[in-house]
């Protein structure tokens, strides 16, 4: 494999492929008919039928008919899905006769014969937990999704995708025979230790149903990382952006002028000569989820020039914008977060959320964030500043906010971040200001970065180490790094050194974490290999020759190249607030790739370590 790969990044990166996970799936086709279940782990007057199914006249199934006045208890341990999300779904049939005693289905530490420590849903007579759902002598897939994480989930099932909170449960009910589906029932989960699920009836009075292709999902979300730098000729308007210019005099448009990386940057104009136009933006389309978290950076620049000291008196700009998607029978509400030029060209800070399930506007309370003394903050003019905001929209108590500005972190809150909408804000970016405000303003944006559930990390230093006739060598300046496999020939042997501080996240639990390294050539068969090594290095001074000296702290993960990136799992990067890697080639002589270092010119192709809260 021998390419040269590009160098602008793709604007749309998935960090996680894995589909949902199985835990456990039966359909009864192997099962004897006229006896027990034999692949639960509890399976008490319980059989499998295969007379008459109402699934199908040749299928099997399993009967749920306690009428001989036995309750029926049916049992899986699952232990894998214990502090995950999962689905628990199933075909379902009950019918039209006179045995009308609920049954019920969910999740348990022990049994579902408790309030406590399960996740109970009854069935009964067409009804969901009491409330009407279902016909008889109708057939439905039934679909439990339980989020047992501390982060909201997305799910798709019968075909329609949605979102679980933190905590919380759905029960949806599909017609199969008419493809329509709807959701029946939600609510919190209450257990401490999902340990199995399964199916219960009682003795007196009877039930009876029948079930089949039981299935246990394990969510496997995938992580999405967008990033945008505006490096065409013109302004993206597809499906991930859209323009807001209404009028000749709100302009978007790229630019070789000001840039703070790569070749271009956005340049947003806006001038309003008959007071009638007040926004020149762009808006992301990327569908957010309320109770999760999303991390966003981007660079702003506000220049010296045709940018004005001072507002009208009472006027407000916002230059970027978290606005809430509305719902039906809703009108206009302040953004949930924006960032605006104040009177006095200092940076304005606020939130906006409302618990109201119909708000317009008039239960929103609002937020101001300041400086300890009360102040807003300082925006330079003139220079690049980047942002870096992590937020969990939420509109309980268990929203946050935390925004860094340059690396300093100006805004530390926990509470509501959002209203209560079907989906998240969306993120704009521009200039958006009062309609009494005439003169021309411009801004430049640069660099725009989002990822779920995660925080993103840059490194401090890294540098490649050469052998033979290059071992006192130092590349730490260099704009590629390098890696290459040749114990042969140790004059072209290279390793690649990586370290990042993120200590500036102390406060945030990571699960998990991801080194992305961008290929600038490639010329390999077998992965590369990450490895742990010590801090005890320097950018200027590690050479081929010293870095036998570092302690290898442990194998971490390997990667192969797609779509000119290679992702390679970190464990130990939730240890602690640092870390050093080495990356190389064990298997294969002759492996060689060159990557981006934190030099490049293009800042999303630089080494970049995904801290995922997942």
């Not at 379902?92 to 022990?110: C, I, K, R, V």
């Not at 007071?275 to 660079?299: A, D």
């Not at 509400?333 to 030029?341: E, G, H, K, T, Y």
């Not at 998990?512 to 050539?521: E, G, T, Y």
Request: proline content about 4%.
């Amino acid at each position: 494999m021998l390419k040269k790969l590009l160098l602008i990044p793709l604007s749309t990166l998935t960090l996680s492929l894995n589909a949902n996970t199985q835990i456990f799936f039966e359909d009864a086709e192997n099962e004897t008919p006229a006896t027990s279940p034999a692949n639960w782990d509890t399976a008490a007057n319980c059989l499998i039928s295969n007379n008459g199914s109402p699934f199908g006249s040749s299928n099997q199934c399993i009967s749920l008919d306690d009428s001989g006045g036995a309750q029926i208890s049916l049992f899986k341990n699952v232990p894998d899905v214990a502090g995950k999300a999962s689905i628990l779904s199933f075909d379902f049939y009950e019918p039209n006769d006179s045995n009308h005693d609920e049954m019920w289905f969910g999740y348990a530490d022990t049994d579902l014969n408790s309030t406590g420590n399960c996740v109970r849903i009854s069935l009964n007579d067409g009804t969901v937990n009491g409330n009407s759902a279902y016909s008889l002598d109708t057939t439905y897939r039934v679909y439990l999704i339980v989020n047992d994480t501390a982060l909201a989930t997305r799910y798709t099932v019968a075909d329609a995708s949605g979102s679980v909170r933190s905590g919380d449960y759905r029960v949806i009910f599909e017609d199969t025979g008419a493809n329509t589906s709807a959701i029946v029932a939600e609510g919190s989960i209450n257990a401490s230790n999902i340990a199995k699920v399964g199916f219960r009836t009682f003795a007196s009075p009877q039930q009876c149903a029948y079930i089949d292709n039981v299935e246990l999902l394990r969510i496997e979300e995938d992580i999405v990382y967008q990033t945008q730098d505006w490096e065409g000729l013109t302004v993206p308007d597809d499906d991930e952006w859209w323009q807001e210019t209404p009028g000749t005099t709100a302009v978007l448009e790229t630019t070789d002028n000001i840039v703070h990386s790569g070749n271009r940057a956005l340049k947003v104009t806006l001038s309003n000569p008959d007071n009638s136009i007040v926004r020149s933006e762009i808006g992301h389309r990327l569908p957010i989820t309320i109770g999760k978290q999303y991390f966003y950076r981007f660079s702003v620049y506000l220049p010296t020039v045709g940018h004005p000291a001072k507002l009208p008196s009472g006027g407000h700009s916002i230059f970027a914008q978290w606005h809430g998607r509305k719902d039906p029978n809703e009108s206009y509400r302040n953004a949930n977060l924006a960032f605006s030029i104040t009177t006095d060209s200092k940076l304005a800070i606020t939130t906006a959320y409302s618990a109201e399930p119909v708000n317009d506007g008039s239960t929103t309370t609002k937020v101001s964030h300041k400086n300890p003394d009360g102040s807003n903050f300082d925006l330079p003019k003139g220079q690049w500043i980047t942002f870096e905001v992590s937020v969990l929209w939420d509109y309980t108590s268990n929203g946050f906010l935390d925004i860094w500005q340059d690396g300093e972190h100006i805004v530390n809150y926990s509470g509501p971040t959002s209203y209560n909408d079907a989906d998240g804000p969306y993120f704009k970016c521009g200039i958006y200001r009062h309609i009494s405000y005439t003169q021309e303003e411009t801004i430049y944006f640069d660099n725009f970065q989002i990822l779920e559930d995660g925080l993103i990390a840059f490194p401090d230093r890294d540098t490649y180490t050469q052998g033979g006739y290059y071992s006192n060598n130092n590349y730490g300046s260099d704009s590629l790094i390098m890696v290459k496999h040749q114990p042969d020939q140790l004059k072209y042997d290279r390793q690649t050194y990586i370290h990042f501080d993120y200590s500036q996240y102390a406060a945030y639990n990571t699960a998990s974490a991801i080194l992305s390294v961008h290929c600038d050539f490639i010329d390999f068969t077998s992965p590369m290999k990450a490895y742990r090594v010590d801090n005890s290095w320097t950018e200027s001074t590690l050479t081929y020759g010293n870095a036998s000296n570092l302690i290898n702290l442990g194998y971490q993960g390997s990667g192969s190249e797609a779509l000119g990136y290679i992702d390679l799992p970190i464990p130990d990067a939730t240890l602690n607030d640092e870390i050093s890697l080495q990356l190389q080639f064990d298997d294969t002589i002759g492996d060689f790739c060159k990557l981006d270092s934190r030099e490049s010119s293009l800042i999303p192709n630089r080494p970049i370590l995904f801290l995922l809260l997942r």
